[in-house]
């Protein structure tokens, strides 16, 4: 018999707070996390803007010693994780029937280039002793699971923009089948970096509207010219329903379905009428045994490229269009851009408290709406609404794209 999970704990660092709730406050007044890149020289780069984390103390999760041996994203994942474990209420996780999964499109890339560099000027014999161990995609994952005991599953998907997302629908599977009792899942990066940035400009994948940063992540509107990179991590704690019940637990929301679909089509650029995300909602909707009447909001990808918006927009509308053509739907990314393999396990964390505040998070910058992008998106500020079903999509290069619905839990 299948399982019932339900979210009970909550950690982010973003663009926009060091916190789930600072951030959260912050997307319900529709503020930009969007600004100049100061982690590097941007002077000879076409796009000098990004959503990047501000006044992180990583001190305040690990000590000098562990500081200087890891990468950025396993900082933030360490941070979050010890937020979402704390908002549990839970004295320990320990134990063979609890893990980790945690996502990441790029792993420790800030480390590559600094050792890179290294080598350049200093020679091999100069890389740092824990260069691997600060790279490794799965090492956030790993880092989590020593510091808590975890000793159930662990794994680590990497599947670009989506990875945050098929982590926490494959911790939801795990406690579903009884693999599990418990999973901390989520995404991170950390990849406002010289070679990121130059990488996503040769393929005119990034804004450049450096003129104005709080306005360039403009998601469904006419003129938007492209993604704004973002960094930082979402986690959620999930547990078996009966477990959290007994000890008591507050409980965010119910995931009751996942999607997970392949476009075999290009390896960055999705189909028109996005065929692959289609199948990809209508699977997570049966998953979770809801039809699209009774969704009340989607969390969109929502990238603020022109074909993606686009065609996600066309995918929607043959969800939804005929049983619901009015849902609401917004894209968080126009106030972080986006965090590739974070964005899912931060718009995770929205969506639970999107659910929880019955606050639909707004779509800032849609100022010259696309008449092909003619969904409800919210635009603007925030919208009061009692929220029973949500869904929340991510889609990643390769033509991945994987989907989430949550449902209010009521007693």
Known sequence: MKRRVVITGLGAVTPLGNSAEESWRNVCTGKSGIGRITKFDTADFNTKIAGE???FDPLQYVNKKEYRRLDDFILYALAAAEMAVHDT???ELAGERSGVIIGSAIGGLTTIEKEKETILQAGPRRVATFMIPAVLANLAAGHVSIRFGLKGPITCPATACAAGTNAVGDAFRMIRDGYA??????????????????????MRALSTKNDEPEKASRPFDQKRDGFVIGEGCGLVVMEELTAALKRGAEIYGEV???????????????????????RCMRNALADGGVT???????????????????????????????????VPVSSTKSMTGHMLGAAGGVEAVFTAMAIRDGIIPPTINLDEPDPE??????????????????????FGFGGVNASLVLKKWVE
């Open 256 to 278: 009751i379905g996942y999607g997970l679909t392949s476009d075999a089509f290009h390896l960055a650029a999705p189909p028109p009428g996005h065929e692959g995300a289609v």
């Open 181 to 202: 009792d418990l999973m901390i899942a989520g995404g991170v990066e950390a990849a406002v970096t010289p070679l990121a940035v130059a990488g996503f400009n040769a």
């Open 89 to 91: 209420g839970l004295a």
């Open 292 to 326: 699209p009447a009774e969704v009340d909001y989607i969390n969109a990808h929502g990238t603020s490229t022109p074909l993606n918006d686009l065609y996600e927009t066309q995918a929607v509308k043959t969800v939804f269009g005929e049983e619901k053509p009015g």
């Open 373 to 394: 992008c003619d969904l409800d998106y919210v635009p603007h500020e925030a919208r009061k609404k009692k929220i029973q079903v949500a869904m929340s999509n991510t």
């Open 53 to 55: 984390v501000k006044s």
